[in-house]
Structure formats: structure tokens, C-alpha cells
């Protein structure tokens, strides 16, 4: 029976191992793995490697301790073999022994989203929440690699419970070969990151062993009910998930995303970005802590969000593939009506044509229209042309100079006077080219009216006294709305002040 088939059987009882318990099994560990370190041995150690031996003690099993294929047990091993694909040392067997130890007594597995051991049960001693701390710091020149001091640490916490094992200073578990131990980088979030709310589940019940080994013998039954399973409800369990990933707010998680890297980003600033959609399941996940690297998808605690913001994005995307077939086909009927109507206008045409063949009628009146013009002299001897206006079209704005307000372009200009006197040089108009376009360079109303960057707009302008007597806008393709809120905008334009009429023409 292995310590991973132990492990199993609990979690199935909704129970997890004692103090007394685990003690009993890590400090032979311990001793069994320094022993085989200083021989040079190198080995994978995680639960399904770990069994009793023929003394009832715990001891590395050496044809098992190869790299693990169960997910519990991959979690158990250290970054840097993890990274490498390779046995470890000291080194990496300590922070193996810290991750058995965190499963053991929290029923849970070490990685992103884990909280303190006594975030979930406060009955565990503080000195061995300490301990779990140094042995999962993530960088191993940071972490101690004595594995009797570590022994010998776990044997105080509960004397009496395991063999004795060879008095060492604990200091050691301060230093490492070769850099102090950091906690800072442990997978244990420190005391002062936890400030995130969590809702916090019934203590897993403990039951004493009935024997000193922990493997083989049966426990009692428990003298109280165990809990009831929680309901299977994804919502509350990605809830869950999503408070304990936010419980650590180190910048730990860079992003791989088109072969560029983003971050560092906590752990609330990653499930923003995956959840705007700015990260893909596909995209690269580096965890800055542990070393892993691989894609979001295949991260247990990251995968079920990005997955529903998959399927977010893929229902927006539906929607509005339905939403262009709905405006197609109702632009195909408009199209299938103007062709209705087009070729009932032809057939129109052909009869009435055929009628007019048929009867041969023709009409030969002349109509003779008057010249719109007429002329005067006045005493001064100037002779004064005045034309008469055409029908004049109103749009929104005001005019200026004294013509009718909303006039248009054509009327503004058909009504203008204009007086040649006798004897004197003909004039042009006083306003410059730079003058009369200069006020229109800034076409920011275009825009402003909603025209698209595929509009045509032509703007004809009548100026007289620094204001635009007469206004034309068109636009191609036609736009009523676009075409009025131009004619507003322009006729509000102020130009430099001159009594004769000048005119512009521009299309934008």
C-alpha cells in the first residue's frame, strides 16, 4: 500500500491524516532519502513512491520513484525537475516532502489558487504551516536542501509520535548552500497577500490511528456523521476557484502571445485579461513561481475560465452572423422589389412607346420663353443687370447680407447684383483664395455629421459679408441626414467681412 493509495482511501472518507499520523511517515522518510542522497542516489519522490518497508517504517521505494503519471503526484515534485525532466536531490526531495505534507493535511495539492494550511484548518500547529513554507520555495538556491534538519523539526512538533531521529540545529532550514532561504518565494502565499475573503468550508475531520502504522491498519469509525458532499454546482466551485486564485496578489503569471510576452500580472489581472478575451486557451501560461509553462487550457485552475470566455465570444460571434444573415436577406428583398419595380416601369415604357407608333400623333407647338433678364440705367450712369431668381430651396442655418435666410447656393447666386460702372476697371473679388478656402480646411463637421470615409461630399458656398448666403450640399452615395447637417455646420462658418459676393466649391 502506497502513501498515495493512503491518501485516496482518505479523501474518499472525506478525511485527511493527523499530526501523529504524518509525523510518523515523513521523519523516516526523511532519513531514509538523506541516506540514499549522500550515496549520490537521485529519485522522483512523490506519494506513489513512498510505502512502508518490512520495519513498518516509511521509505522511498526506489522502482517506483520514477517521474509520476498521476496529477497528484506532479504536483509533488519540484520546478526545476519539472523543468529539466530529470531525477532530483536533496533539494528537490525537500520540497516534495513539503508538498506531501500540504496534501496530507489539507486534503489538497499545492500549486496556483492554494491557500496557508491554516487558512483551511487552524488546528494545524503554526510551526508546521513554517516548515511547509521554507520546503515549497520555488527557487531551489533559496531553499534548503538538510534533510535531517527537517526531520528533526518535524519530530518536535509531535514527540513521541515517530523514531527518534539524530538531534539537528533547525537553523539549517534557515540557510541554504548556497543563498539564504527566501520564503517570499514560497507556493505558500505569505501572511500579509491573504487578504482576500474566502469562504471557508467545515475543517476536514481528523481521527487518531488506532495503530503507529499508518498504512495497513484500519481507524475506528468516526463517532460523528461526516459532511455532507457539496452540491455539484460549477457556478459556486468557479467562484471558489476564482477567490483562491485572488488570495495571492503576486505578480506571478506572464502570458506567451504571439511569440511576445506579457506581464507579470497577479492573479485578478490575469482572469480580467482571459475574461476580456485579450488571452486565448492557446495562448502560453508561465507561472514565474513554480517555473511550469504551458498552455491556459491545460492549467486546472485557469482552464475552466478561459473556456467560458470561449464560449462567450463564440455567442457574441452567432449573434452577429445572424444578425448580418437578418440585414442580407432584408437588402436582397429591397433589391428583388427595386427590380420588380424597374422592370414593371420598362414594361411601361415599351406600351406607351408601342401606343405612340400605333397612333403616329406628334406635336409641332413651339413654346417660346421670354429672357429672364432685365436691365435699367440709373442717373449715375451705371448700368445694373438683375436676374431673376429661380425657385429657392430652405434648409436648416441662417444667411447673411441681407438675403432670405436658408437660401441655396443656385439662389444665392441668381440673385446677386451685379454693377459694371461706366468708365471704371472691372474688379474681381476682394477676398483671397486662402481666404475664401481657409475656414474650410478643417473638415472635422464631415466626420461630426456621420458621413463614412466612402462618402462623397460636395459643398457649394455663397459668402457675402463673412457669412454663407447660400448653401448646396450633395453626397454620393445620397444621405438626406449627412447632406442637412453639413448645410447646418457650414452656414454657421465665418469668413473675412466683403460686400461682394463671393463663391467656393470643395468635395471632401
Known sequence: MTLRALFD????????????????????????????????????????????????????????????????????????????????????????IGAILYEALTGEHVGPGMRRPRDIDPSIPEAMEVLISKALVSDPTHRPDDLGALASAMYHVAPAKSIHPPEVDEVKLDESAELDVDVSLSLVPPVNLT??????????????????????????????????????????????????????????????????????????????????????????????????????????????????????SDIVAEKREVAAAVKAEKNAGVAKSVLAIAAILVLGAGITVWIMKVRGSRSDDVNVVDDPTAGGVDVNGAIKGQKIAAKQGRGGGGGGGGFASGMSYEAAIASN??????????????????????????????????????????????????????????????SPGVASCVDRAVRGIAWPANPKMDSFVTTY
Open 9 to 96: 482511501s482518505r479523501r474518499a472518507e472525506r478525511r485527511t491524516l493527523s499530526i501523529d499520523e504524518i509525523v510518523a511517515v515523513i521523519v523516516p522518510l526523511c532519513l531514509d532519502l538523506k541516506e540514499r542522497h549522500e550515496r549520490g542516489e537521485r529519485y522522483y519522490v512523490h506519494p506513489s513512491a513512498i510505502a512502508p518497508s518490512a520495519d513498518g517504517l516509511a521509505r522511498i521505494t526506489p522502482q517506483l520513484a520514477i517521474a509520476p503519471t498521476n496529477a497528484r503526484d506532479r504536483h509533488c515534485i519540484a520546478p526545476e525537475l519539472l523543468q529539466r525532466a530529470d531525477a532530483g536531490n536533496a533539494r528537490a526531495s525537500v520540497f516534495a
Open 417 to 478: 447684383n451685379t454693377e459694371i460702372a461706366v468708365g471704371g476697371k472691372p474688379s474681381g473679388p476682394d477676398l483671397t483664395d486662402s481666404q475664401i478656402g481657409g475656414p474650410m480646411r478643417n473638415a472635422a463637421f464631415i466626420d461630426g455629421c456621420g458621413a463614412s470615409s466612402s462618402m462623397k461630399v460636395t459643398v457649394r458656398v455663397a459668402i457675402k459679408m463673412g457669412r454663407a448666403v447660400g448653401v448646396s450640399v450633395s453626397t454620393n452615395p445620397p
Open 195 to 312: 487578504h482576500v475573503s474566502i469562504p471557508q468550508a467545515a475543517p476536514v475531520p481528523r481521527f487518531a490511528a488506532g495503530s503507529s502504522d499508518p498504512f495497513g491498519n484500519v481507524i475506528s469509525a468516526p463517532t460523528q456523521a461526516a459532511p455532507a458532499r457539496p452540491k455539484n454546482d460549477p457556478t459556486a466551485r468557479l467562484s471558489a476557484l476564482k477567490a483562491q486564485l485572488e488570495s495571492d496578489v503576486r505578480p506571478r503569471y506572464v502570458v506567451n502571445r504571439d511569440r511576445m510576452d506579457h506581464g507579470p500580472f497577479s492573479a485578478v489581472e490575469l482572469l480580467q485579461q482571459i475574461a476580456s478575451g485579450a488571452f486565448r486557451e492557446i495562448d502560453v501560461l508561465r507561472d514565474e513561481l513554480s517555473g511550469q509553462s504551458k498552455e491556459i487550457k491545460e492549467w486546472e485552475e485557469f482552464a475552466p475560465f478561459a473556456e467560458q470566455a470561449k464560449l462567450r
